[in-house]
């Protein structure tokens, strides 16, 4: 049997991947090899180790896009067969995200928030926009440099390094208010304001580049704070929220994806899928309702007559 640990790092040098997106593609393989208990890994095991895990979907979700990627490898280079191939619709969820998006009046409710938020250097107003007008990822918002921020003609754009990705290789357009936004933000905020430098800082002394807890924390404060609470509710919605309402409000599936910079269209389409379920319900017209008090007559259960 094949050193998969072994081919798995061999795959993973030949890859542009970050250090850190590297982690995932490991952990998924011993716990597949795990559940293979000295098996030889198989179509059958693939499926039932997807099938039987108890963790949490998003999760298994990383997990198999993974293993399927690794033994396509191994298949193209036979090195061993291709187990995974076809295996998308036991993880991906057909319907919706685990986040919910938020509607226009949130964001209005939000937008109100932040407006009356006592921050004079405005750097989570700066953040939210940027998730919320252009689709992008809180990794890709701390990730942000200085040096990313660039004028075409007279508009303005922000270079985006993507999840997994080594250096930025896509970019957002950032409409004039926003850019206004961010060029005050970056005129008051301490800190070093060379090119190589982040956009976003901490607050505390000294400032440092911000992390990825500090945004995560931030954000939910943030989303607390005008009632949006539980687990469906976090950054990632403000993301989910710029693809909805660009959808309901005309924009094409096509330019979605270019926006949320998706490699495969058919993820744009659980959005599109989303925006057309929730635009007319059918429920609606399934109002029913127990007629008024007044107009009933109330047995006491004791009095019932049993069938």
């Given at each position: 049997?094949?050193?998969?640990?072994?081919?798995?790092?061999?795959?993973?040098?030949?890859?542009?991947?970050?250090?850190?997106?590297?982690?995932?593609?490991?952990?998924?393989?011993?716990?597949?090899?795990?559940?293979?208990?000295?098996?030889?890994?198989s179509r059958e095991l693939l499926v039932k180790w997807m099938q039987d895990w108890?963790?949490?979907?998003?999760?298994?979700?990383?997990?198999?896009?993974?293993?399927?990627?690794?033994?396509?490898?191994?298949?193209?280079?036979?090195?061993?067969?291709?187990?995974?191939?076809?295996?998308?619709?036991?993880?991906?969820?057909?319907?919706?995200?685990?986040?919910?998006?938020?509607?226009?009046?949130?964001?209005?409710?939000?937008?109100?928030?932040?407006?009356?938020?006592?921050?004079?250097?405005?750097?989570?107003?700066?953040?939210?926009?940027?998730?919320?007008?252009?689709?992008?990822?809180?990794?890709?918002?701390?990730?942000?440099?200085?040096?990313?921020?660039?004028?075409?003609?007279?508009?303005?754009?922000?270079?985006?390094?993507?999840?997994?990705?080594?250096?930025?290789?896509?970019?957002?357009?950032?409409?004039?208010?926003?850019?206004?936004?961010?060029?005050?933000?970056?005129?008051?905020?301490?800190?070093?304001?060379?090119?190589?430098?982040?956009?976003?800082?901490?607050?505390?002394?000294?400032?440092?580049?911000?992390?990825?807890?500090?945004?995560?924390?931030?954000?939910?404060?943030?989303?607390?704070?005008?009632?949006?609470?539980?687990?469906?509710?976090?950054?990632?919605?403000?993301?989910?929220?710029?693809?909805?309402?660009?959808?309901s409000r005309g924009s094409s599936e096509e330019e979605v994806s270019k926006m949320?910079?998706?490699?495969?269209?058919?993820?744009?389409?659980?959005?599109?899928?989303?925006?057309?379920?929730?635009?007319?319900?059918?429920?609606?017209?399934?109002?029913?309702?127990?007629?008024?008090?007044?107009?009933?007559?109330?047995?006491?259960?004791?009095?019932?007559?049993?069938?």
């Amino acid at each position: 049997m094949p050193d998969f640990v072994q081919l798995l790092e061999q795959w993973l040098n030949d890859q542009l991947m970050a250090e850190i997106s590297k982690k995932n593609p490991r952990v998924a393989l011993r716990s597949y090899l795990r559940f293979c208990a000295g098996r030889v890994p198989s179509r059958e095991l693939l499926v039932k180790w997807m099938q039987d895990w108890s963790g949490s979907d998003g999760t298994m979700q990383g997990y198999a896009s993974s293993m399927r990627r690794f033994f396509a490898w191994l298949g193209h280079e036979g090195l061993f067969p291709d187990i995974g191939h076809g295996l998308r619709n036991y993880t991906r969820k057909q319907f919706e995200h685990s986040r919910l998006p938020l509607t226009e009046r949130q964001v209005d409710l939000l937008l109100a928030h932040l407006a009356e938020y006592d921050q004079p250097c405005r750097r989570d107003i700066c953040m939210i926009l940027l998730m919320i007008n252009c689709g992008l990822r809180s990794c890709e918002v701390q990730r942000s440099l200085i040096g990313d921020i660039y004028q075409q003609d007279s508009r303005t754009f922000l270079s985006v390094q993507g999840k997994g990705h080594v250096y930025p290789d896509a970019c957002v357009e950032l409409m004039p208010h926003l850019a206004e936004q961010i060029k005050f933000y970056l005129s008051v905020r301490p800190g070093p304001k060379g090119k190589s430098n982040s956009i976003f800082y901490t607050l505390d002394t000294p400032v440092r580049p911000i992390t990825a807890n500090c945004l995560t924390r931030t954000f939910r404060e943030h989303l607390n704070a005008v009632g949006l609470f539980g687990p469906r509710y976090t950054a990632h919605s403000l993301r989910h929220t710029a693809a909805t309402i660009a959808l309901s409000r005309g924009s094409s599936e096509e330019e979605v994806s270019k926006m949320l910079r998706h490699v495969d269209p058919r993820t744009t389409r659980i959005y599109t899928r989303y925006v057309n379920r929730m635009a007319n319900p059918a429920e609606r017209n399934l109002d029913f309702k127990l007629p008024d008090s007044t107009e009933r007559k109330v047995i006491p259960i004791s009095a019932r007559s049993r069938p």
